[in-house]
């Protein structure tokens, strides 16, 4: 059974959440997953994979961060203007809030404490820097993730700076969507601390799983590398996905799955029953 909810955070922004398998809230261990860039909770292989997990004995908690650009259309981006607001600072923030409404019963009440993250892209960079100061995420899974903030070369910034903006172009919808500078000045202004990945590893110290696809053109798989160099390999595994890209294949509209994200789902479930249960 599927629910949702509206919440509400404290720079009162709304965040519109589904709950997988909440029938079973109330004793399941959950999963919290987060989207990346240009991602939102009804994408592609998004659903499929919280039933994947309901299957397997497991709550799961998608979600929507609130200006990710998704509005009342739950896969068209039509709220532009806060996509363009939107910076790694306000998603760590939004993934810390999720995890205090589960914690504190807004969901409802569920006597576990523990927690497991599965974040991709992007949104593995945000899990991992959220994770580092939550000690209630207990283990993390990232796909595809991203290993540094500051993404942008420096004829870029030069350019973001003189328009006040920079465009990015999204190839599945054809449409052009801005940045706003707050977004180039938070990764400025918060890369070396608070938005530094190669740091959140090490603070996470953890059970971490890496999943990357060999062929990823988006976030080229040394990504995944550094994060797994910079990890404690005694609690760490780091999978890579032969052949696979940013997505392992899958499509948005879900088209169904294939064996190479079957690989992915089925590696991840078993490190989160390793070290979750």
């Known amino acids: 059974m599927q629910k949702d909810f509206s919440l509400f955070t404290a720079a009162n922004n709304e965040i519109s959440v589904t709950i997988y398998g909440y029938e079973s809230f109330d004793k399941n261990p959950v999963l919290i997953y987060v989207h990346g860039?240009?991602?939102?909770?009804?994408?592609?292989?998004?659903?499929?994979?919280?039933?994947?997990?309901?299957?397997?004995?497991?709550?799961?908690?998608?979600?929507n961060f609130s200006h990710n650009g998704i509005g009342a259309v739950k896969d068209e981006f039509t709220e532009l203007e806060k996509f363009g607001k939107n910076t790694y600072s306000l998603e760590t923030s939004e993934l810390s809030e999720i995890i205090d409404a589960y914690l504190f019963g807004f969901f409802g009440e569920n006597p576990k404490s523990k927690v497991g993250?599965?974040?991709?892209?992007?949104?593995?960079?945000?899990?991992?820097?959220?994770?580092?100061?939550?000690?209630?995420?207990?283990?993390?899974a990232v796909w595809s993730s991203i290993s540094k903030v500051d993404r942008y070369t420096e004829r870029q910034k030069k350019e973001w700076i003189k328009n006040g903006f920079?465009?990015?172009?999204?190839?599945?919808?054809?449409q052009s969507m801005?940045?706003?500078k707050n977004v180039l000045d938070d990764i400025e202004n918060n890369k070396e601390k608070k938005?530094?990945?190669?740091?959140?590893?090490?603070?996470?110290?953890?059970?971490?799983i890496i999943i990357h696809?060999?062929?990823?053109?988006?976030?080229?798989?040394?990504?995944?590398e550094c994060i797994y160099e910079w990890s404690n390999k005694k609690k760490t595994k780091f999978v890579t996905v032969p052949?696979?890209?940013h997505t392992f294949d899958i499509v948005h509209p879900f088209a169904g799955t294939n064996q190479k994200f079957n690989t992915v789902l089925v590696e991840t479930e078993q490190f989160f029953n390793k070290n979750l249960f």
């Open 37 to 63: 860039f240009k991602g939102f909770k009804d994408w592609g292989f998004v659903p499929y994979t919280a039933e994947y997990f309901t299957e397997k004995g497991y709550t799961v908690i998608t979600f």
């Open 117 to 140: 993250l599965i974040g991709h892209s992007r949104g593995g960079a945000v899990a991992l820097l959220t994770a580092k100061k939550r000690k209630e995420v207990s283990v993390l």
């Open 166 to 174: 920079i465009e990015v172009v999204n190839s599945r919808t054809n």
């Open 178 to 180: 801005k940045l706003d």
């Open 195 to 208: 938005l530094n990945i190669e740091n959140a590893v090490k603070k996470y110290n953890r059970p971490l």
């Open 213 to 224: 696809g060999e062929q990823d053109l988006t976030v080229p798989v040394k990504e995944g």
């Open 243 to 245: 052949a696979a890209g």
